[in-house]
């Protein structure tokens, strides 16, 4: 089925937040269980952008430029920064935008409802742009008309947030293939087709800001989810599309690096947002062999609910602090719960990759091989 089929029943039955975690009870359960050995039409005028312009100056870049004019614009982390931050009106995006504001950055948001985000937010100002992202048929033209407004406005975008979301939790049975590609539209599609047009004016402006992979010019920060390393058996079509957000994200890291943007791969934990409340779905083909572990699990969901570890207001706190940094980092676990189901996947791996090495290793090999692309980072 293609894809405007499915963003045409992206209408009201979902609230697109983009907390970008699960509750703390499938966090915490997971830490423990999961190891079996341990238990708009606008026309994008930046398309053809000359890449030796700075969009801040409108000036050309200076091709005799020293590393010392490399090491002075990297001085200005304290200098205003521009903000894109997608699913502003609510969870983190909300906290975020709040704090980059209070800051001095100017910050772009969306809301799927432009009266929501000036409602948390406020009107147009010298430093804040409100803007409506739909996620339907037209959503590609109204990325592209929000960045046009961007350019005009602020004439550049320092820090991407792809921050919307929402979570269609489900065993893999009890999840229709309608759903599933639903999921995928908004957490995989729409960063992803966002970041290539936001890089139409993230790229020219980097370079020209003389941004290599020692000097950071611009950042992405992909909001994907604990649930983006390790997968449970409750949350399964989510954590499939949150595993994809973190492979772009990586993926985005090595593709950008020369030209100095850095990509950030964001994965909460369990915080109090609205994401397991409104924002979380169910798969609607209910199996009677499954009720037991999906009540348990609805059960603990619920009792969770308000009592999550993580505090949202810090997140925005350290994003920011990320955006200053002259050497961010490309892994973000966020709360402790984050940081203990992630250690415990990581030794699974490391004891079944230890048990298995000798068999499926080496001995599979060639002795005439050339190597591989993946055998350093």
């Not at 894809?3 to 699960?22: A, D, E, M, P, Q």
């Not at 964001?266 to 209910?286: K, Y």
């Not at 609805?298 to 955006?323: C, D, H, M, W």
């Amino acid at each position: 089925m293609k894809r405007r089929k499915f963003l045409k029943n992206l209408g009201g039955g979902i609230l697109i937040l983009g907390s970008g975690v699960v509750s703390q009870a499938w966090a915490d359960s997971n830490a423990k269980d999961r190891n079996p050995h341990t238990n708009s039409n606008a026309k994008d005028k930046n398309q053809n952008a000359d890449s030796n312009v700075n969009p801040r100056t409108n000036k050309k870049a200076n091709p005799n430029a020293t590393s010392q004019d490399s090491t002075d614009l990297q001085k200005g982390k304290n200098m205003q920064q521009t903000w894109y931050i997608t699913a502003a009106s609510g969870g983190f995006g909300l906290e975020l935008a709040k704090y980059a504001l209070s800051k001095g950055d100017k910050v772009a948001g969306t809301s799927r409802n432009l009266k929501n985000i000036i409602a948390k937010l406020g009107a147009e100002s010298e430093n804040f742009l409100p803007l409506e992202l739909k996620f339907d048929k037209n959503m590609e033209s109204n990325m592209k008309a929000n960045l046009e407004a961007i350019r005009e406005k602020f004439g550049r975008i320092d820090n991407l947030v792809n921050n919307a979301g929402y979570g269609l939790l489900g065993f893999v049975e009890e999840v229709s293939e309608e759903d599933l590609r639903a999921q995928f539209e908004v957490n995989v599609f729409a960063p992803f087709i966002l970041t290539q047009n936001a890089l139409k004016i993230m790229r020219p402006q980097a370079l020209s800001e003389g941004g290599s992979q020692n000097n950071i010019r611009a950042r992405i920060f992909n909001i994907s989810s604990i649930g983006g390393f390790r997968a449970s058996s409750v949350s399964t079509p989510y954590c499939m599309s949150k595993f994809a957000l973190s492979a772009l994200s990586e993926g985005l890291l090595l593709d950008l690096a020369p030209f100095g943007i850095h990509t950030i791969n964001v994965m909460p934990g369990g915080f109090r947002t609205e994401f397991v409340g409104e924002s979380l779905r169910l798969g609607d083909r209910a199996i009677s062999d499954y009720d037991k572990r999906r009540e348990a699990f609805l059960s603990r969901t619920k009792s969770y609910n308000g009592k999550q570890a993580g505090n949202p207001a810090k997140f925005g706190e350290v994003i920011f602090k990320i955006s200053r940094m002259e050497k961010p980092p490309f892994s973000l676990f966020m709360s402790d719960s984050a940081y203990k189901s992630a250690r415990n996947k990581l030794e699974w791996v490391k004891e079944e990759m230890e048990s298995t090495q000798s068999y499926a290793g080496v001995a599979m090999d060639f002795a005439d091989s050339a190597g591989s692309a993946f055998d350093a980072r």
